[in-house]
């Protein structure tokens, strides 16, 4: 029995990319929700003051379809990854 490794690299590779795009989609998709709170008051739920608070350049508009953008990416990466493995 043989091993490829420049297959195996390739495999791992391909692999690490993807997981890495798949969170990075998924944190872009955060980043684009949160330009739909509202304006925040500068008050933690504790009372304790928040030193700095910046509002999203994005309107809330741009926010939910950059958000559903990204989620949708990171659900075609992962079901085309089930499609292969099924298959």
């Known amino acids: ?3 490829d490794w420049g297959a195996l690299a390739i495999v791992a590779v391909v692999s690490l990319a993807i997981g890495v795009l798949v969170v990075v989609l998924v944190s872009f998709a955060l980043v684009g929700l ?3 709170q509202l304006s925040p008051t500068g008050k933690a739920v504790d009372e ?3 030193v700095s608070r910046r509002q999203s350049k994005l309107s809330p508009t741009a926010g939910a379809v950059t958000a559903a ?3 949708l990416g990171a659900a075609a990466i992962v079901l085309y ?3 292969v493995l099924v298959l």
Do not use: D, K, N, W
Request: include cysteine.
């Open 69 to 71: 953008l990204c989620l």
């Open 1 to 3: 029995m043989t091993i």
């Open 48 to 50: 304790t003051a928040v």
């Open 34 to 36: 949160s330009a739909r």
């Open 81 to 83: 990854g089930f499609y």
